[in-house]
């Protein structure tokens, strides 16, 4: 039965009427909801693993046993997995693995635009690349088929705009192929220099083999256009806007695996028109192929290696009519991102901000503690990245920074890649401060489960790693707890601990407001008469506050009555409604 489904969900989809038998990812926007779908059939194990390198490692010991698996990230985290991937394209697999990686041209939620085609070629792996959610479930059924024929892992790259698009679908039944059984053969796995030299001429061989599998692949195809002047070659998303915009009259070869790439089939296609356009987001992979092949071709000349593309973009690159669309008669106002009304950390936030320190932030919605008005954050690298970088940051100044300058990362974040940062400021001396924003869950990506909240992907008790604990086992001596909701509290916790002679860490505890099983209190309550306009409550940026007819006015549709706002006004102007009640 033919049914509406995103490309994310299509995939999961794929993954279970595939067999797959084991999921282990970490979540990262817009590759999550391939685990979470993937989650809700029983036949198959899913779980979020600490990070994208020990879910690769956990997908392919999954695969070393003998069953398909998978595991899931977005693109900058197949950095942090890279370690794993190029030594599985050596070792081969026993049963089908797919790497899912979701790239985010435009990044509407990361911190930078990252071509991961070039990792399918540096790895020398083989990479589908779907353009729609059909695609997203034939490809991923496809991908264990090529996997276990060329012994390699397959990459299975979505994008944004085809993770979170809906098309039609229609599933079919599971078929589990029987669990291979295990045979030891330490020359095939265990990588020392010996062995990894025999299997590189393996590798380079199979890459033949698959380059000569992509001529016929059935995923990639030559579509006919009424005229044989133009013809256009493309691959994902990108298709997309290409069948919108030239309809029937192009020719288009429209790539399902990216890499590797053919030969014949280009040179076959190029030869049949007159111009040839390459339409690609990002990098010009495809593009620097055919050339390489000797086509003629325009891609980059046209289109810009920056950000994503549109119906639009491709039109005005072809010199084809664009759809200029209907113009609104009011102007939208700005809506920027920011932190949700009670959210816990914009209490510490404030305190960092008043305090004037220099704060080396991280991967999270607590990055938004970098906007206006809190103006609280000075970096924001990688994941993990923050505690590594203030101890560098102190030691290059020779301990001169040491007394204004901190260090903020997230519960799931921590555990993600920052406990090795802060073993090195243990290990070498370094008197640094760093703050862990314990929220009780993974908030940006969506509230996902973590090492820390005491519960699985499935919502099962799980192991709880106490990180007061955690903290000292790994040499930190100084560990406190506040609640950030508390601003003198947080005030004296951060003097405190930057006056110290020696390295500590600062648990900011306080679940996100938004979790269903937070309690949340009455809206807080202004007094217009004793408000005096001084603005103070709105140095915070809490989305319920704002000042009308010079007055402050609470939203109480958004207002969660965390208290923070109170606390600023001297004059005693906002308040909780109990309190007003009395």
Request: aromatic residues 6%; charged residues 20%.
């Amino acid at each position: 039965m033919k049914t509406l489904m995103l490309g994310n969900e299509a995939a999961a989809r794929g993954l279970y009427e595939a067999g797959c038998s084991f999921v282990s990812s970490y979540p990262g926007t817009p590759s999550t909801e391939i685990t979470e779908c993937a989650a809700k059939f029983s036949e198959i194990y899913a779980e979020w693993a600490p990070n994208e390198k020990v879910a690769m490692e956990a997908a392919f010991g999954a695969s070393f046993a003998g069953k398909r698996s998978f595991c899931g990230m977005k693109h900058v985290g197949l950095n942090v997995a890279a370690d794993p991937l190029f030594t599985i394209s050596y070792t081969g697999l026993s049963a089908g693995m797919i790497i899912g990686v979701a790239d985010d041209a435009g990044m509407h939620s990361s911190q930078n635009e990252q071509d991961s085609r070039h990792y399918a070629r540096a790895a020398k792996l083989p990479m589908l690349e779907p353009s729609d959610a059909a695609e997203s479930l034939a490809f991923a059924k496809l991908a264990y088929e090529i996997s276990e024929q060329f012994d390699a892992p397959v990459l299975l790259k979505m994008c944004t705009r085809v993770a979170h698009s809906q098309s039609v679908v229609e599933p079919s039944d599971r078929v589990v192929p029987p669990q291979k059984p295990y045979i030891k053969n330490p020359q095939k796995y265990v990588m020392m220099p010996g062995n990894a030299k025999r299997r590189h001429p393996v590798v380079e061989e199979r890459m033949r083999a698959l380059t000569a599998y992509a001529e016929t692949a059935p995923c990639n195809r030559i579509e006919r256009g009424t005229q044989n002047k133009l013809g256009i070659i493309t691959s994902s998303t990108c298709y997309q806007y290409v069948r919108e915009v030239c309809g029937e009259d192009v020719s288009v070869l429209k790539l399902g695996m990216i890499y590797p790439l053919p030969e014949k089939l280009l040179l076959d296609f190029a030869s049949s028109v007159t111009r040839v356009v390459v339409v690609e987001e990002l990098d010009s992979f495809i593009e620097t192929h055919c050339r390489n092949l000797g086509i003629a071709v325009e891609g980059k000349s046209l289109f810009s290696n920056i950000g994503e593309f549109s119906q639009n973009t491709v039109a005005k690159a072809l010199g084809l009519p664009a759809n200029s669309g209907s113009v609104l008669s009011e102007q939208i106002p700005p809506r920027p991102p920011v932190m949700c009304a009670g959210c816990p950390h914009r209490g510490l936030f404030y305190t960092l901000s008043k305090r004037k320190l220099t704060v080396l932030g991280d991967i999270g919605c607590y990055t938004l503690g970098a906007a206006a008005p809190l103006n609280a954050m000075d970096y924001v690298l990688c994941m993990g990245g923050s505690i590594s970088g203030v101890h560098g940051f102190n030691k290059a100044n020779d301990g001169a920074s040491e007394k204004k300058t901190v260090a903020v990362i997230g519960d799931s974040t921590f555990m993600h890649s920052g406990m090795t940062g802060l073993v090195n400021i243990a290990y070498n001396d370094s008197n640094s401060t760093v703050i862990i924003l314990d929220n009780s869950i993974t908030g940006m990506t969506g509230h996902q489960q973590n090492p820390t909240t005491g519960y699985n992907l499935k919502g099962d008790p799980a192991a709880k790693v106490d990180l007061e604990a955690l903290c000292r086992a790994l040499g930190i001596r100084r560990v406190r707890v506040v609640d950030p909701y508390d601003l003198k509290q947080c005030d004296t916790a951060i003097q405190e601990e930057l006056a110290a002679d020696e390295a500590s860490v600062i648990i900011s505890r306080r679940p996100c407001a938004l979790l269903k099983y937070v309690k949340l209190k009455e809206p807080v309550v202004v007094s217009s008469e004793r408000c005096v306009s001084c603005g103070m409550c709105m140095k915070i940026g809490c989305p319920a506050i704002s000042m009308v007819g010079g007055k402050a006015v609470i939203d109480d549709t958004l207002c969660t009555g965390c208290g923070v706002c109170t606390q600023l006004c001297k004059f005693g102007a906002l308040c909780a409604k109990e309190a007003s009640d009395e």
